[in-house]
């Protein structure tokens, strides 16, 4: 088992950060897939899936994210991603205030 957890200092409010990061309309804009659909549209939702491709060696390979969990107040979100050939990834995505002002954004 792999676990891996990036983190990010972005120079904007976590209510703002947050906002970007609970719309997955948005999520094409910062993973390497494109956004196909959204079921159901709209902010992070239990149960809500995003349906994507990603190219990889010159081919298109489909992904599938599954949000399970979406805690507001905690501005945390929790999803399983499927991968082609059986691989489901789960990641925590979560949005923290810092003292000055910043966010800390964390993905594992």
């Given at each position: 088992m792999?676990?891996?957890?990036?983190?990010?200092?972005?120079?904007?409010p976590a209510e703002r950060?947050?906002?970007?990061?609970?719309?997955?309309s948005n999520y094409a804009l910062w993973w390497d897939a494109q956004t196909?659909?959204?079921?159901?549209?709209?902010p992070a939702q239990p149960g809500q899936?995003?349906?994507?491709?990603?190219t990889v060696l010159g081919k298109q390979w489909r992904?599938?994210?599954?949000?399970?969990k979406v805690i507001k107040v905690?501005?945390?979100?929790?999803?399983?991603?499927m991968l082609p050939f059986g691989?489901?990834?789960r990641n925590h995505i979560t949005c923290g205030s810092l003292d000055n002002g910043d966010s800390q954004v964390s993905f594992g």
């Open positions: 792999v676990s891996v957890c990036p983190i990010a200092t972005i120079h904007a950060v947050w906002s970007f990061l609970s719309d997955p196909r659909s959204i079921m159901p549209q709209g899936k995003i349906y994507a491709e990603t992904v599938i994210v599954i949000v399970e905690e501005r945390k979100v929790d999803v399983a991603t691989i489901t990834v």
